[in-house]
């Protein structure tokens, strides 16, 4: 006994395992699906074992008896077994019935009598009701192009008829709802095109017959595959690019700050100036210590580059000058008398300062007339001039001394004969431009004269070296550095071209005051 | 009244895997030839129903040429065809041109087409 419990267990095992294993697709989910897909009252389906299975749906659990009756061919009728069960995914309850012996090709009439009376009768080929598992091992991969994804799956275990399936590929992006759906008959793969590139998608199977020789139900769906499609070349490009010409910019920017390294650091961190180098030693050797250095220095350094600049007592420099024979009247003589000085200075200048170089504008000179006009006595204290180095000049024919306690550098005469002559006394008559006092020059009137008459007369004629009748014009260098621009020709062209304006200028303020403003000069030899 | 003398047309999955390739031809063939002379029998005075028949002797005859080129084609048929009485559990009677039709119709998608799909010839590649 104890042995054929034994082997009893073992037998009743291996039915619930055939049982389990050959399952496929549980009659629960078919039944399920078949609840929602048939419109027949009495539903039937084939499954992949060929056995045809009939059941009924029943609202109220009653203690009805149910009675099936099925015949193929229309031959003899025969009874089936009706059974029961609760399906949960819809929960209702369905009475079935599974024929013992299925035939196909031929009509197959089946009734369900219940308490005696005809509930259902249907006619049906076995052939129709096929009811397939869904496909296998459904794969999806990309395809190594961009927006295409391969996808490939097994048939169901379906004995002759794996060439007989038609295939729906259903796929969407991952949480979309809007899919789209491709037939694919008899063949196992398929090739996804269009589609987004750098996207997840998700891919559903399922599969029927074809309908030739036997039909069926859809299958239900399988369950989904996610795949993701290859990233578009166009981003991967963009993104190339956009690297590739930064690092370019990048290493452009490093060869110009390589190569002017030194004039952008001068810039960003310009070097403190430091004024050693113009005092050598004082930091070095002398530690900061200034008067050390200046003794042992002598102050050599500082006597070359100031001595320009200490008080030196003046020295008093005659200028001879002479009226030029260009033709110009009296009124630019004035501008011109600072250039002509200024190049006569320059010219004889071993006891010259070095400080004249260009005679002020013109409107300096208004300025400088105007303010010896209305403070003649301050000429001695003009800041301009601190000569007071005074001069007689002789004229010949005059008896009349000119005492010039100023000069002014505007007060200028072309000269043309060297200095020396200046000394030579025969018969020299000298005028004494006091160009620099105007207010201390007397009346025009034989005050003075000029031996360059003849030049202004003659403006074309040149200064003849007719004697020693020079007009002087002592220039005193009080020392005062003034720089100024250096006479040019083009200067020289403006001053004659305020002509006019000094004329007028001299006439409205000094007059007669001013002996050379519009007069012919005289000179005597 | 007249019949007709169809094959039968009922497949048993159970028994036709049991049966070799040779017995499944045989029944294929006499069933070709019961269709052949079944349809020949110009009974029939409906003019489009007559010309139907006439493309099924065609058809009927194509389907013979095939088999023999699948060496499935016997030499001869166990069956008679005449008029004596269906000795065979292959054939039926039908009593009608339409009843024929739509039993051929079921032989040729049953017994014919499982004959030609297990033939070597008309197996598909599996890729």
Same mark, same amino acid.
């Given at each position: 006994?104890?042995?054929?419990?034994?082997?009893?267990?073992?037998?009743?095992?291996?039915?619930?395992?055939?049982?389990?294993?050959?399952?496929?697709?549980?009659?629960?989910?078919?039944?399920?699906?078949?609840?929602?897909?048939?419109?027949?009252?009495?539903?039937?389906?084939?499954?992949?074992?060929?056995?045809?299975?009939?059941?009924?749906?029943?609202?109220?659990?009653?203690?009805?008896?149910?009675?099936?009756?099925?015949?193929?061919?229309?031959?003899?009728?025969?009874?089936?077994?009706?059974?029961?069960?609760?399906?949960?995914? #819809?929960?209702?309850?369905?009475?079935?019935?599974?024929?013992?012996?299925?035939?196909?090709?031929?009509?197959?009439?089946?009734?369900?009598?219940?308490?005696?009376?005809?509930?259902?009768?249907?006619?049906?080929?076995?052939?129709?009701?096929?009811?397939?598992?869904?496909?296998?091992?459904?794969?999806?991969?990309?395809?190594?192009?961009?927006?295409?994804?391969?996808?490939?799956?097994?048939?169901?275990?379906? =004995?002759?008829?794996?060439?007989?399936?038609?295939?729906?590929?259903?796929?969407?992006?991952?949480?979309?709802?809007?899919? =789209?759906?491709?037939?694919?008959?008899?063949?196992?793969?398929?090739?996804?095109?269009?589609?987004?590139?750098?996207?997840?998608?998700?891919?559903?199977?399922?599969?029927?017959?074809?309908?030739?020789?036997?039909?069926?139900?859809?299958?239900?769906?399988?369950?989904?595959?996610?795949?993701?499609?290859?990233?578009?070349?166009?981003?991967?490009?963009?993104?190339?690019?956009?690297?590739?010409?930064?690092?370019?910019?990048?290493?452009?920017?490093?060869?110009?700050?390589?190569?002017?390294?030194?004039?952008?650091? =001068?810039?960003?961190?310009?070097?403190?100036?430091?004024?050693?180098?113009?005092?050598?030693?004082?930091?070095?050797?002398?530690?900061?210590?200034?008067?050390?250095?200046?003794?042992?220095?002598?102050?050599?350094?500082?006597?070359?580059?100031?001595?320009?600049?200490?008080?030196?007592?003046?020295? $008093?420099?005659?200028?001879?000058?002479?009226?030029?024979?260009?033709?110009?009247?009296? #009124? $630019?003589?004035?501008?011109?008398? $600072?250039?002509?000085?200024?190049?006569?200075?320059?010219?004889?200048?071993?006891?010259?300062?070095?400080?004249?170089?260009?005679?002020?504008?013109?409107?300096?000179?208004?300025?400088?007339?105007?303010?010896?006009?209305?403070?003649?006595?301050?000429?001695?204290?003009?800041?301009?001039?601190?000569?007071?180095?005074?001069?007689?000049?002789?004229?010949?024919?005059?008896?009349?001394?000119?005492?010039?306690?100023?000069?002014?550098?505007?007060?200028?005469?072309?000269?043309?004969?060297?200095?020396?002559?200046?000394?030579?006394?025969?018969?020299?008559?000298?005028?004494?431009?006091?160009?620099?006092?105007?207010?201390?020059?007397?009346?025009?009137?034989?005050?003075?004269?000029?031996?360059?008459?003849?030049?202004?007369?003659?403006?074309?004629?040149?200064?003849?070296?007719?004697?020693?009748?020079?007009?002087?014009?002592?220039?005193?260098?009080?020392?005062?550095?003034?720089?100024?621009?250096?006479?040019?020709?083009?200067?020289?062209?403006?001053?004659?071209?305020?002509?006019?304006?000094?004329?007028?200028?001299?006439?409205?303020?000094?007059?007669?005051?001013?002996?050379?403003?519009?007069?012919?000069?005289?000179?005597?030899? | 009244?007249?019949?007709?003398?169809?094959?039968?047309?009922?497949?048993?999955?159970?028994?036709?895997?049991?049966?070799?390739?040779?017995?499944?031809?045989?029944?294929?063939?006499?069933?070709?030839?019961?269709?052949?002379?079944?349809?020949?029998?110009?009974?029939?005075?409906?003019?489009?129903?007559?010309?139907?028949?006439?493309?099924?002797?065609?058809?009927?005859?194509?389907?013979?040429?095939?088999?023999?080129?699948?060496?499935?084609?016997?030499?001869?048929?166990?069956?008679?065809?005449?008029?004596?009485?269906?000795?065979?559990?292959?054939?039926?009677?039908?009593? #009608?041109?339409?009843?024929?039709?739509?039993?051929?119709?079921?032989?040729?998608?049953? =017994?014919?087409?499982?004959?030609?799909?297990?033939?070597?010839?008309?197996?598909?590649?599996?890729?």
């Amino acid at each position: 006994m104890r042995k054929m419990d034994g082997n009893g267990l073992k037998v009743v095992f291996m039915l619930c395992l055939a049982f389990v294993t050959t399952g496929g697709q549980s009659f629960e989910s078919t039944v399920s699906q078949l609840l929602r897909d048939e419109t027949e009252d009495l539903k039937c389906f084939v499954d992949r074992k060929k056995d045809l299975t009939c059941f009924w749906e029943v609202e109220e659990a009653r203690n009805d008896q149910y009675t099936f009756m099925y015949s193929f061919e229309n031959k003899k009728k025969m009874p089936c077994v009706v059974s029961s069960r609760f399906v949960l995914a #819809s929960n209702k309850t369905v009475f079935f019935c599974k024929l013992p012996k299925t035939l196909f090709f031929v009509a197959l009439d089946v009734q369900v009598f219940r308490d005696g009376r005809t509930l259902y009768n249907r006619s049906l080929k076995a052939e129709n009701v096929f009811f397939v598992d869904p496909p296998r091992n459904l794969t999806v991969m990309s395809s190594g192009k961009e927006g295409q994804l391969n996808v490939s799956w097994l048939p169901p275990l379906l =004995k002759h008829m794996d060439d007989i399936m038609i295939y729906e590929v259903r796929y969407a992006v991952e949480g979309s709802h809007m899919g =789209k759906v491709e037939e694919k008959a008899a063949s196992t793969t398929l090739v996804l095109r269009d589609l987004q590139s750098g996207t997840r998608y998700k891919v559903w199977v399922r599969v029927k017959l074809d309908g030739v020789s036997y039909k069926s139900y859809w299958s239900s769906w399988t369950d989904p595959v996610f795949a993701d499609t290859l990233p578009s070349d166009m981003d991967l490009l963009i993104v190339l690019l956009v690297l590739s010409i930064g690092l370019i910019l990048f290493l452009l920017s490093l060869t110009v700050i390589l190569s002017h390294h030194k004039f952008l650091l =001068k810039k960003l961190w310009p070097d403190i100036p430091t004024p050693e180098h113009k005092f050598p030693d004082l930091f070095t050797v002398y530690k900061g210590d200034f008067k050390e250095w200046m003794s042992q220095n002598n102050g050599s350094i500082w006597g070359r580059s100031v001595h320009v600049f200490t008080e030196e007592p003046p020295s $008093p420099v005659e200028i001879l000058s002479e009226v030029s024979p260009t033709s110009y009247d009296t #009124s $630019p003589r004035e501008e011109r008398k $600072p250039t002509e000085e200024v190049e006569e200075s320059e010219q004889t200048d071993s006891g010259l300062m070095g400080g004249w170089r260009e005679p002020p504008h013109a409107n300096w000179l208004m300025e400088q007339m105007r303010a010896l006009q209305e403070n003649p006595e301050s000429l001695s204290q003009s800041t301009l001039l601190q000569s007071h180095d005074t001069y007689v000049a002789l004229n010949q024919n005059s008896q009349h001394v000119q005492e010039v306690s100023e000069r002014q550098t505007d007060d200028v005469f072309e000269e043309t004969l060297p200095l020396q002559a200046l000394f030579t006394t025969e018969g020299t008559s000298s005028l004494s431009a006091s160009h620099s006092d105007l207010g201390s020059l007397p009346q025009s009137s034989g005050s003075g004269r000029l031996s360059s008459q003849s030049s202004f007369e003659d403006p074309n004629h040149t200064w003849p070296p007719k004697g020693p009748g020079y007009t002087y014009m002592a220039v005193a260098d009080s020392g005062i550095s003034m720089d100024y621009s250096p006479m040019s020709s083009s200067n020289i062209a403006e001053l004659r071209k305020h002509r006019i304006y000094t004329n007028e200028y001299k006439n409205e303020i000094f007059g007669n005051k001013w002996p050379f403003s519009s007069q012919h000069v005289e000179s005597g030899y | 009244m007249k019949s007709y003398f169809v094959p039968q047309s009922r497949v048993d999955f159970a028994v036709w895997e049991n049966i070799d390739v040779q017995g499944q031809a045989m029944e294929v063939q006499t069933g070709r030839s019961l269709l052949a002379l079944s349809t020949a029998k110009k009974t029939v005075s409906n003019s489009s129903l007559a010309s139907t028949l006439d493309n099924n002797i065609s058809n009927i005859h194509i389907l013979g040429q095939i088999l023999h080129s699948l060496d499935l084609q016997q030499a001869r048929s166990t069956v008679l065809p005449d008029d004596s009485a269906p000795a065979s559990s292959q054939m039926q009677e039908v009593s #009608s041109p339409p009843e024929l039709l739509q039993v051929q119709s079921s032989f040729l998608r049953g =017994k014919v087409r499982l004959l030609l799909s297990a033939a070597p010839a008309c197996q598909r590649q599996n890729s």
